[in-house]
């Protein structure tokens, strides 16, 4: 069965510090990865997505960039945070041509 | 553009209610058409989702949602609340976007139950 795995649960940074959020995924090849991004009292926003190795999108001009160095490894990255960068980063995966998606248990970052 | 709209942002009912979650959505097509829950301290698990076949879409946890085109709304609704329905929940549309299906989530709403 597949499983979808992110760390850590939960981080507290200094502004102006780097970031590195990893996820990976098992039982499955060639997934579709996503990184949301859910702020205090707003909904999920997409930031990056994913359909292969080293193929990236971005949703959103931001602080932040996302890489895929292998096919079911998805890192989210900053090289300096800032305040604004604070909220809940969740990992996702789907199939190619379908949409239901899974997500890891999430990442509650503080800038502070 | 696609878009999605839930109208309360915090909901609150007494154990065993009903509960009532209001969404509307903005879609040039036939959308499909989700609800998902995340409880404290968990990732988002899929309620349901409506996909043009039955308007009315049973989900998880004697959770399910109506379909109304003319509307355009996909309220979730549930006869009954319980303790452990508490969460929050995401009304969202998917979108067919450049090879990929985008999901576009609503603000979210804060279901709180009372004893």
């Known amino acids: 069965s597949q499983t979808i795995h992110q760390w850590p649960a939960t981080l507290v940074q200094p502004v102006g510090s780097p970031l590195s959020l990893e996820c990976t995924v098992e039982?499955?090849?060639?997934?579709?990865l996503y990184w949301y991004r859910q702020a205090a009292g707003r909904g999920l926003q997409l930031l990056f997505y994913?359909?292969?190795?080293?193929?990236i999108s971005s949703e959103v001009p931001q602080n932040l960039s996302a890489s895929r160095p292998q096919d079911r490894q998805f890192i989210l990255s900053s090289k300096k945070l800032l305040l604004s960068d604070s909220g809940f980063y969740l990992c996702a995966w789907n199939l190619q041509g379908t949409e239901k998606l899974f997500f890891g248990s999430g990442t509650q970052l503080s800038v502070l | 553009a696609q878009s999605v709209t839930q109208l309360d942002s915090h909901v609150s009912v007494s154990e065993g209610t009903p509960v009532l979650l209001r969404c509307n959505y903005s879609s040039s097509y036939s959308p499909s058409l989700f609800w998902y829950v995340q409880h404290p301290n968990k990732g988002l698990q899929l309620l349901l989702k409506y996909t043009s076949a039955a308007t009315l879409v049973k989900g998880i946890n004697g959770f399910e949602a109506e379909f109304k085109k003319s509307e355009t709304s996909f309220h979730l609704t549930k006869p009954s609340a319980h303790m452990s329905d508490a969460a929050e929940y995401f009304c969202v549309v998917s979108v067919r976007s450049g090879g990929y299906n985008k999901l576009i989530f609503g603000a979210g709403t804060r279901l709180a139950v009372h004893p």
């Open positions: 039982g499955t090849s060639n997934p579709n």
């Open positions: 994913s359909i292969g190795i080293d193929q």
